[in-house]
């Protein structure tokens, strides 16, 4: 493989080699550390926060509706006005949720809409409960209105978990692509400094291999000259380096 080359030039390779080898791998780190940088940036400022906005939901609107059933069966008209502070509290939870970068918007516009369907409706049947008297005559059947609340209930909690899941979900994946970026970096230096020695293994063989060759020829040459031989004296050097 290196007969044809100088040996002033293998040996200049030998350092050659190890600076590339060393190039490659800091090069290498740099780009993987620049990346893992992007991934955990992305897992801290948009999987987890978005996961924890989505129980925080979850855990307002069951809140909400133990507000409500707390009113209605202690009959307390005044409790409901605390609804409308839990409402707003929910509302704005939803919408510190729009900055996040990974969330759908278009996701968070239907938790919206289908939350305040639901609480308009809930906190006019909770008061036509507590007060039967105020209702008038225009307002709709209360069965009917119950299991339309119940239905919008249901809905808005179903979509919510099923956000939390997909949150959940989203979060684990990106913590393990870091995991597997990390892993591959390692692979990849490991790689590179497997063939890095067995080529710097490779030219010191053949250098060891021709410094030994030239060093047995002049031992037989010294030989000679000591016998007095000075007639078949040669001296056989490869490539005359």
């Given at each position: 493989m290196?007969?044809?080359?100088?040996?002033?030039?293998?040996?200049?390779?030998?350092?050659?080699l190890?600076?590339?080898?060393l190039?490659?791998?800091?090069?290498?780190?740099?780009w993987?550390?620049?990346?893992?940088?992007?991934?955990?940036?992305?897992?801290?400022?948009?999987?987890?926060?978005?996961?924890?906005?989505?129980?925080?939901?979850?855990?307002q609107?069951?809140?909400?509706?133990?507000?409500l059933q707390?009113a209605?069966m202690?009959?307390d008209?005044?409790?409901?006005?605390?609804?409308?502070?839990?409402r707003?509290?929910?509302?704005?939870?939803?919408?510190?949720?729009r900055?996040?970068?990974?969330?759908?918007k278009?996701?968070?516009?239907s938790?919206?809409?289908?939350?305040?369907?639901?609480?308009?409706?809930?906190t006019?049947?909770?008061?036509r409960?507590?007060?039967?008297?105020?209702?008038?005559?225009?307002?709709?059947?209360?069965?009917?209105?119950?299991e339309?609340?119940?239905?919008?209930?249901n809905?808005?909690?179903?979509?919510?978990e099923?956000?939390?899941?997909?949150?959940?979900?989203?979060?684990?994946?990106?913590?393990?692509?870091?995991?597997?970026?990390?892993?591959?970096?390692?692979?990849?230096v490991?790689?590179i400094?497997?063939?890095?020695?067995?080529?710097?293994?490779?030219?010191?063989?053949?250098?060891?291999?021709?410094?030994?060759r030239?060093?047995g020829?002049?031992?037989?040459v010294?030989?000679?000259?000591?016998?007095?031989?000075?007639?078949e004296?040669?001296m056989k050097?490869?490539?005359?380096?």
């Amino acid at each position: 493989m290196f007969r044809n080359l100088k040996f002033s030039l293998i040996i200049s390779m030998l350092p050659g080699l190890a600076a590339v080898g060393l190039i490659l791998i800091i090069m290498q780190s740099l780009w993987m550390g620049e990346e893992n940088s992007r991934q955990l940036k992305a897992v801290e400022e948009g999987f987890v926060p978005a996961l924890q906005l989505s129980r925080d939901l979850e855990e307002q609107l069951t809140t909400i509706q133990r507000m409500l059933q707390d009113a209605v069966m202690a009959a307390d008209s005044e409790a409901l006005a605390e609804i409308t502070t839990q409402r707003d509290k929910f509302l704005g939870t939803l919408e510190t949720s729009r900055s996040n970068p990974i969330r759908d918007k278009a996701q968070v516009d239907s938790i919206e809409a289908k939350f305040k369907a639901y609480i308009a409706l809930a906190t006019a049947t909770s008061r036509r409960m507590i007060d039967p008297d105020a209702a008038s005559d225009s307002d709709s059947d209360l069965t009917g209105d119950l299991e339309q609340m119940k239905d919008r209930f249901n809905e808005l909690r179903k979509e919510m978990e099923e956000t939390t899941t997909s949150d959940r979900a989203a979060m684990t994946g990106a913590f393990k692509s870091a995991t597997d970026a990390v892993e591959g970096n390692s692979r990849t230096v490991v790689i590179i400094t497997v063939i890095l020695l067995a080529l710097l293994t490779m030219l010191t063989a053949f250098i060891l291999r021709v410094v030994t060759r030239d060093l047995g020829e002049m031992t037989q040459v010294a030989k000679r000259l000591a016998d007095g031989n000075l007639t078949e004296l040669q001296m056989k050097t490869s490539g005359k380096n």
